[in-house]
């Protein structure tokens, strides 16, 4: 499986961006599909999870209100709207997918890493 992100940019802070990753290869398109994102020197941060149907959505707390994460499963890609962005939201932002209809908050537990995609939030 593989999984290309696009998207990121730079954007002034109260702006918006929409990052998508579409994925290919055997089975993806039912993945449970999500989003990290990390800050050079820091640990991978969870920001948001789908599950294959749509059904199951988790946001971290730092996002709620602010970033909306869904899915088309007919283009197998998932997408990750942003608005009110922060400066604290400056960081590569990577798609994840697993063969689980769902995963959650474990960076661990995801099985397919995309390449990243930087956002830079400036204030």
């Known amino acids: 499986v593989q999984l290309q992100a696009s998207g990121g940019g730079s954007v002034q802070a109260g702006g918006s961006l929409r990052l998508s990753c579409t994925a290919s290869?055997?089975?993806?398109?039912?993945?449970?599909k999500g989003w990290f994102r990390q800050v050079s020197g820091k640990e991978r941060e969870f920001v948001a999870a789908i599950s294959w149907r749509g059904g199951t959505i988790t946001y971290a707390d730092s996002v709620k209100g602010r970033f909306t994460i869904s899915r088309d499963n007919a283009l197998n890609t998932v997408y990750l709207q942003m608005t009110s962005l922060k400066p604290e939201d400056t960081a590569v932002y990577y798609c994840?997918?697993?063969?689980?209809?769902?995963?959650?908050?474990?960076?661990?537990?995801?099985?397919?890493w995309g390449q990243g995609t930087l956002v830079t939030v400036s204030s």
């Open positions: 290869g055997p089975g993806s398109g039912t993945h449970g």
């Open positions: 994840v997918s697993d063969p689980h209809e769902y995963r959650s908050d474990n960076s661990e537990l995801w099985r397919y």
